[in-house]
């Protein structure tokens, strides 16, 4: 396998930070969350960066910071924020730079089961009612779907454990 850098990207609760840390350790390169990587840059969490600033200041630091990510040239797994790939023409940033694009599907049902107890730590969810989610989130995956749906692969992530999903991008690495 050609050393290149590896993206990960998908709706929130796809599994891209979990699946991205042991894919990482596995093939033995450097990881990057986006999002830790831009709380780290800001000195402030995404939640409040939204509150404080706006979700349009957010989404240009989103950019400026992937960008110097792969201006870096050195091969990495970054997994992006959940809507990363839909904003100032990100997919297209990051087609100059590689074609391991990896787009962690996973169904509505399954994304409300993993974000449901943890609602507060999601700016984008935290103020919508439970009984709403199935059609704020299958609103926003229809949106998203073209974004998403640029990536070179799509794994279904649905009903498997994050080593699984590994070994899928593995295989399809190789």
């Keep these: 396998m050609k050393e290149t850098t590896i993206i990960l990207l ?7 930070s979990a699946v991205s840390k042991l894919l990482g350790k596995e093939i033995a390169l450097p990881v990057i969350d986006l999002d830790d990587y831009i ?4 000195k402030k969490s995404i939640s409040e960066i939204f509150a ?4 349009i200041y957010f989404r240009k630091k989103e950019h ?19 809507g990363t790939p839909c904003y100032a023409n990100n997919m297209e940033l990051i087609e100059q730079y590689t074609t391991q694009t990896f787009y962690l599907q996973t169904s ?3 994304i409300i089961k993993r974000v449901k107890d943890e609602k507060e730590k ?13 059609e704020f989130i299958g609103k926003h995956l229809f949106e998203r779907a073209n ?13 498997k454990t994050i080593r699984e999903i590994v070994v899928e991008i593995q ?3 190789n």
């Design 147 to 159: 974004f998403y749906q640029k990536s070179t692969y799509s794994i279904i992530t649905d009903g």
């Design 171 to 173: 295989k399809k690495l």
């Design 10 to 16: 998908g709706y929130m609760a796809s599994g891209k």
């Design 108 to 110: 509505i049902a399954e």
């Design 64 to 82: 400026e910071y992937l960008q110097e990510i792969l201006q870096k040239n050195k091969p990495c797994v970054v997994s992006l924020g959940g």
């Design 39 to 42: 709380e780290e840059s800001e």
């Design 122 to 134: 999601r700016p984008l969810i935290k103020d919508i009612e439970t009984k709403d989610l199935p």
């Design 52 to 55: 404080e600033k706006g979700e």
